[in-house]
């Protein structure tokens, strides 16, 4: 069983910065797949970044240029930094990860399944 915390989250105006960070109770260097969820308020969880076992990274359009996800290996730690926030980046997110493939599909697939999950952390951003 893996736990995963996050923390970081706050409140933010428009333009700002913040860095999410995910600590996870197990050596992350192997992992498959480490990825960021949100979830904006009245709507379904998206996943916004993955990183893989190898390092290569996924990101969805939305954010493309603005985020950066990265892990320290060492720190068993999982980050997500977000840039030039926007009103729309509102939600809460969480860290989530899948210790081994599944069906073949790799870490950029945003099919995916995730297996563990943290209990998220509010990000807010004001215009």
């Known amino acids: 069983q893996v736990q995963l915390d996050e923390s970081g989250g706050g409140s933010v105006e428009a333009g700002g910065s913040l860095r999410l960070s995910c600590s996870s109770s197990e050596p992350i260097a192997t992992t498959y797949c480490m990825g960021w969820f949100r979830q904006p308020p009245g709507k379904g969880r998206e996943r916004v970044a993955a990183v893989g076992r190898d390092g290569s990274t996924t990101y969805i359009d939305p954010v493309k240029g603005r985020f950066s996800i990265s892990k320290d290996t060492a720190k068993n730690t999982l980050y997500l930094e977000m840039n030039s926030l926007k009103p729309e980046d509102t939600g809460v997110y969480f860290c989530?990860?899948?210790?081994?493939?599944?069906?073949?599909?790799?870490?950029?697939?945003?099919?995916?399944?995730?297996?563990?999950w943290g209990q998220g952390t509010q990000v807010t951003v004001a215009s």
């Open positions: 989530a990860a899948r210790v081994s493939t599944v069906g073949g599909r790799a870490c950029q697939d945003p099919r995916l399944p995730f297996t563990f």
